[in-house]
């Protein structure tokens, strides 16, 4: 029977949290959680070092959200399937989400009726979309319909959204440069061609961004 188990990795900064969904999640036949992360860089490496089925990535996380790791985990290890948890009822970040790769978004309010399904859901390779998200869906797809038009991907590149994340989270130059083994040089250059790209000034323009675009929490 083990053999047939899912093998989930658990990425939240709240161990509390972490505790709480492992014990749902480890209490039924079919699913195991082999690793867990406290943030999104850990979730990535996790990832790849863990043999893993299913990743289930919190949103708002230090250092690389949920949906950073998601991105980078469908990069690099495309067979592991994704599952984002968030507090938020969000359009946008739901569907930033499915953009990054994941097949299902779970809110943490209904998680422990929620969780379950949306795991076996990913694992049959069909999406779990809440009510909110499915009328979201709905809802843009028709504006697009009448509109006759795309949405428009993100503006700025994963690795400059990354750095803006770090300068909203109050780093600095230095900081980002070690987080991402860049030199503080390449952290400036890529500083201001994402004030040109944007159209902005200064670090509280980019953190004002960071909070719309889902990348740090208010």
Do not use: W
């Not at 990795?9 to 867990?36: F, K, M, S, Y």
């Not at 795991?119 to 009448?146: K, N, S």
């Amino acid at each position: 029977m083990e053999s047939t188990k899912t093998r989930i990795l658990l990425a939240d900064d709240h161990a509390l949290v972490r505790r709480g969904l492992r014990l749902i999640l480890d209490a039924e036949p079919d699913l195991t959680v082999v690793a867990e992360a406290s943030d999104g860089a850990e979730a990535v490496e996790a990832a790849r070092s863990e043999a893993v089925d299913l990743a289930i990535l919190d949103i708002a996380m230090p250092r690389m959200t949920g949906i950073q790791a998601a991105r980078e985990i469908s990069r690099r290890t495309p067979g592991i399937r994704i599952l984002i948890l968030s507090m938020y009822d969000n359009e946008q970040y739901f569907f930033e989400a499915l953009k990054a790769g994941a097949s299902g978004y779970v809110l943490k309010s209904v998680a422990d009726q929620d969780l379950l399904e949306a795991c076996r859901a990913a694992m049959r390779g069909e999406p779990f979309l809440y009510p909110g998200a499915v009328t979201a869906l709905i809802r843009d797809y028709l504006q697009r319909a009448r509109q006759g038009e795309r949405v428009p991907d993100s503006i700025l590149t994963p690795r400059e959204e990354e750095i803006v994340k770090l300068i909203a989270e109050g780093n600095s130059a230095k900081e980002i440069a070690e987080t991402l083994f860049i030199s503080a040089k390449t952290v400036d250059r890529h500083r201001a061609n994402i004030l040109q790209k944007l159209g902005m000034r200064d670090r509280l323009d980019l953190t004002r961004y960071a909070i719309r675009a889902g990348l740090v929490e208010p």
